[in-house]
């Protein structure tokens, strides 16, 4: 007799434009149909709630109302309690910090499995939401990290167990990933009169991108007799001040800020090389997608980036913070485009053997029925 269908939540903040929230797109459209799966969110908003409902799914909403410190969230982890044993559901997979405050002791509550996502350094919190993060973790049945560096540190310095951690590297669907690349710009791109172009694909929100060492990189690599163009996809509150320092320093007319775009894939294509430059990072969907277009990609050496960016076989590994030896490594690339043309042959079959969206969402399932089942 066939068993019944695994009663399976994927719980996020929202559906805005990320990489979390696009690997859990991604998981909804692959998981197979063994699941009855359901989407719980805090914000029932953002542009990839269209393919959501295009797959039938209408998320649950569990509303914080701007703040954890109000009694709303008592109420919110009550109600999710109820609507968990209502639905009989055997496994919650949470994937950010505000939806593991309220799924983690609403599953407690009502009997189900949960799984808690870690997939950053938690670099983005302070002490309390960190001490608050560590024991919710704790609380969690089982743990999922993207890359070995999430796993080390929860193990070191959260005292996670190591048999309750397992990591699942982020997934990419090559196929449609090329069928993106092909399909062309949304948008024109500036004229760069043949010069050389490096993509830098991150929001603007937080330092921790750090694109001002791309634009101190750039500088030095104009001071060193070479023009090299940028193309900065993404966008938020830092922009106005980075377009000030690319003025500063002198390369306002070879940095191209291109706001938020939807065929990074074609942006990727018409590139040379690409660059991460983060001071801290989990598992960059940026630079895998840069990977897949068969880029050199030059990444710090934070987080998971030297797992995806093997120094001097798929691309450039540098410290963080350091501009100069950003601008170092770009010379480097455009003083041997031979060796830049490998890594990036060497960085797409990376993608292919090791992060392909199959082998991501078979990794899950498997995962799922033994946390929930014990198979």
Not at 175 to 196: K, S
Not at 258 to 268: C, F, S
Request: with cysteine; aromatic share 4%.
């Amino acid at each position: 007799m066939a068993q019944a269908p695994l009663r399976l939540v994927q719980f996020t903040k929202s559906f805005y434009f990320g990489g979390t929230e696009v690997q859990v797109v991604e998981l909804l459209r692959g998981l197979p149909a063994s699941y009855r799966v359901q989407v719980s969110v805090l914000d029932a908003v953002g542009p990839l709630m269209e393919p959501i409902r295009k797959m039938g799914i209408t998320p649950e909403e569990f509303s914080l109302r701007g703040s954890l410190a109000r009694p709303n969230t008592l109420a919110q982890v009550m109600r999710m309690a109820r609507w968990l044993k209502q639905e009989r559901v055997e496994l919650v997979h949470v994937h950010d910090f505000y939806a593991t405050v309220l799924a983690v002791p609403a599953a407690k509550l009502a009997g189900t499995k949960v799984i808690v996502g870690r997939l950053d350094l938690a670099h983005w919190h302070g002490k309390v939401r960190r001490a608050l993060l560590r024991k919710l973790t704790h609380l969690a049945d089982h743990v999922v990290g993207n890359a070995e560096a999430i796993r080390e540190m929860l193990v070191k310095e959260e005292g996670i167990a190591p048999e309750k951690i397992t990591v699942i590297p982020n997934g990419l669907d090559i196929v449609r990933f090329d069928q993106r690349r092909r399909a062309g710009l949304q948008a024109p791109l500036p004229d760069t009169h043949g010069a050389p172009v490096v993509v830098h694909v991150a929001n603007m929100n937080h330092p921790v991108k750090r694109q001002e060492d791309l634009l101190r990189a750039l500088a030095l690599v104009r001071r060193a007799g070479h023009t090299l163009h940028a193309f900065l996809v993404g966008d938020g509150p830092r922009r106005p001040e980075m377009e000030k320092l690319a003025g500063a320093l002198g390369v306002s007319d070879t940095v191209h800020f291109l706001k938020h775009r939807g065929d990074v894939p074609a942006i990727y294509e018409r590139a040379d090389f690409g660059v991460l430059c983060s001071s801290a990072e989990g598992m960059s969907n940026a630079v895998m997608e840069g990977m897949a277009a068969g880029l050199p990609m030059v990444v710090t050496n934070v987080g998971g980036n030297p797992e995806l960016v093997a120094d001097g076989e798929r691309g450039l590994v540098v410290p963080p913070l350091r501009p100069d030896a950003l601008g170092e490594a770009f010379l480097q690339l455009l003083g041997d485009r031979e060796r830049g043309r490998r890594m990036g042959a060497q960085a797409r079959a990376f993608v292919e053997r090791e992060l392909s969206l199959t082998r991501m969402v078979r990794r899950h399932d498997a995962l799922y029925r033994r946390v929930a089942r014990g198979e």
